[in-house]
């Protein structure tokens, strides 16, 4: 700063002291140190009232699109790849694959709601879908994060007719210009202008479901037989809720 | 020693020594995060925050702090501020705070900050410090909306989200994207080299026919 005078720019040849003596190492550690410590313990504090909000409003974002992408669904449960089979048991989670298995309001089985990521134009697009493995449809699509062009790209996020072309189509999805669809039940209209996005989400979903179908399949049959029996076993009364499920 | 007035102290940073219209200092953010007005304002809002806290506490502490070691303190300070602005805004804001992405992390490393702290804050008293610091923040977020406004009028037809156009605006694209980010703040800049040299032009003595010297502006002659 030029209001600041340089100190001691006169003092040459005085006898005053210096006025700064350097200071010791031990100071120098034990200043840092100190102030390392406070420095912890704020973020430390803060960590602890941020945490709780931070995941409430994760689950909120997950229950919400998997509610969007089974539609009907009002609770679901997350189910850990373990091996080849999935189970409910949650021993240690860390590093697991998991999808989102929904029930409706009756307790029913509604679909497998699965997140998937790879590269979209600009950055990874990170979405979920939903699954029906009985009629092996692709039921609902959403995207959670991506960082496509805006105006363009990015309309995979909002475009409600490219979103809407997701709900209720077959595997593996094949993604069509809107002039050549010839009405299939396994054609996704692509957005005019956003190719490569649209290109992309669909390659993402049949990517992911190419990977996971078998032990979803597997796993989708033993809970059928389940809700069978236990739909005989009570005959018409109101339906058991699934065990353990996240509460939506 | 002081030289400068309270009122000194808090306007430099507003206008005479705006840290990014007139220092061009912090300009990652600025072109960066200005897509949009709630991005711009949450951004310089977070940076406001980190600036006035890292210069109360470097000004109260310069004593104690030997000088060293005094940088280290100073990105300790301000990384410590920094963290604790980033949850905040995660756990309140959760959406803006997902797409300022790494931008707030990445206000540890605004030199604006460091800048303040080694500058002013270090070598001054709190309250000069906090006046500084209100001063310089304050030109910041000035600066943010104004890059934020062009960028998201423009190229979003709408202003903090409410459509301002209408319906047959065409949205300028590329002022939401990168390129648009520059050619907002060039074309800023430039208004302000035209006013400054404008205003420069106005106290330059002219000279009249017959003689007559005068000032434009004063009293004629």
């Given at each position: 700063m030029s209001e600041q005078k340089l100190p001691m720019a006169e003092d040459n040849g005085s006898a005053a002291p210096p006025r700064q003596v350097e200071a010791s190492s031990v100071r120098l550690v034990s200043t840092?140190?100190?102030?390392?410590?406070?420095?912890?313990?704020?973020?430390?504090?803060?960590?602890?009232?941020?945490?709780?909000?931070?995941?409430?409003?994760?689950?909120k974002v997950l229950a919400e699109a998997v509610t969007q992408v089974l539609g009907g669904a009002t609770r679901y449960q997350t189910v850990y790849l373990v091996g080849d089979h999935f189970t409910t048991e949650r021993v240690d989670t860390a590093g697991l694959d998991s999808v989102y298995v929904g029930y409706d309001a009756n307790g029913q089985p509604r679909g497998v709601a699965m997140e998937a990521a790879e590269a979209g134009f600009q950055?990874?697009?990170?979405?979920?879908?939903?699954?029906?493995?009985?009629?092996?449809?692709?039921?609902?699509?959403?995207?959670?994060?991506?960082n496509e062009t805006p105006g363009l790209g990015a309309k995979i996020t909002y475009d409600s007719t490219f979103i809407?072309?997701?709900?209720?189509?077959?595997?593996?999805?094949?993604?069509?210009?809107?002039?050549?669809?010839?009405?299939?039940?396994?054609?996704?209209?692509?957005?005019?202008?956003a190719t490569i996005s649209s290109r992309a989400v669909i390659k993402i979903i049949n990517d992911r479901l190419d990977a996971i179908k078998k032990p979803v399949d597997a796993y989708w049959s033993t809970l059928a037989t389940a809700a069978t029996t236990s739909n005989a076993a009570t005959s018409g009364e109101s339906v058991t809720n699934p065990s353990a499920g996240g509460g939506l | 020693m002081r030289t400068t007035t309270p009122q000194e102290d808090f306007i430099r940073g507003i206008w005479k020594e705006?840290?990014?219209?007139?220092?061009?200092?912090?300009?990652?953010?600025?072109l960066a995060v200005t897509g949009t007005v709630d991005n711009a304002l949450t951004m310089g809002i977070a940076t406001f925050f980190v600036l006035l806290g890292s210069s109360l506490l470097v000004s109260m502490f310069k004593s104690v702090i030997p000088k060293e070691v005094r940088i280290?303190?100073?990105?300790?300070?301000?990384?410590?501020?920094?963290?604790?602005?980033?949850?905040v805004l995660h756990a309140v804001?959760?959406?803006?705070?997902?797409?300022?992405?790494?931008?707030?992390?990445?206000?540890?490393?605004?030199?604006?900050?460091?800048?303040?702290?080694?500058?002013?804050?270090?070598?001054?008293?709190?309250?000069?410090?906090?006046?500084?610091?209100?001063?310089?923040?304050?030109?910041f977020i000035i600066a943010m909306m104004i890059?934020?406004?062009?960028?998201?009028?423009?190229?979003?037809?709408?202003?903090?989200?409410?459509?301002?156009?209408?319906?047959?605006?065409?949205?300028?694209?590329?002022m939401v994207l990168p390129p648009g980010g520059f050619f907002t703040l060039g074309f800023v800049l430039l208004g302000i080299a035209w006013w400054k040299g404008r205003s420069a032009v106005a106290v330059r003595p002219r000279r009249w026919p017959h003689g007559v010297t005068t000032e434009v502006g004063g009293p004629a002659s």
């Open positions: 840092l140190t100190v102030a390392g410590a406070l420095a912890g313990m704020a973020i430390v504090m803060v960590f602890q009232w941020a945490k709780p909000r931070i995941d409430a409003y994760k689950a950055d990874v697009i990170d979405l979920l879908f939903g699954y029906d493995p009985s009629k092996d449809d692709v039921i609902g699509m959403t995207v959670l994060t991506s809407g072309e997701f709900d209720g189509v077959g595997t593996p999805l094949k993604g069509v210009k809107k002039d050549r669809a010839k009405g299939q039940h396994d054609e996704v209209v692509m957005i005019t202008g | 705006n840290p990014v219209l007139v220092q061009l200092l912090g300009l990652c953010p600025t280290s303190a100073y990105i300790l300070v301000i990384a410590t501020f920094v963290t604790i602005a980033d949850l804001v959760p959406e803006i705070h997902k797409s300022l992405g790494p931008f707030v992390p990445l206000i540890v490393v605004n030199c604006i900050i460091l800048g303040r702290q080694e500058a002013f804050a270090s070598k001054n008293t709190v309250a000069r410090a906090t006046l500084d610091a209100v001063g310089t923040g304050f030109g890059m934020g406004s062009v960028r998201e009028i423009l190229g979003n037809g709408s202003w903090l989200g409410h459509p301002l156009l209408g319906a047959h605006f065409q949205p300028w694209v590329i």
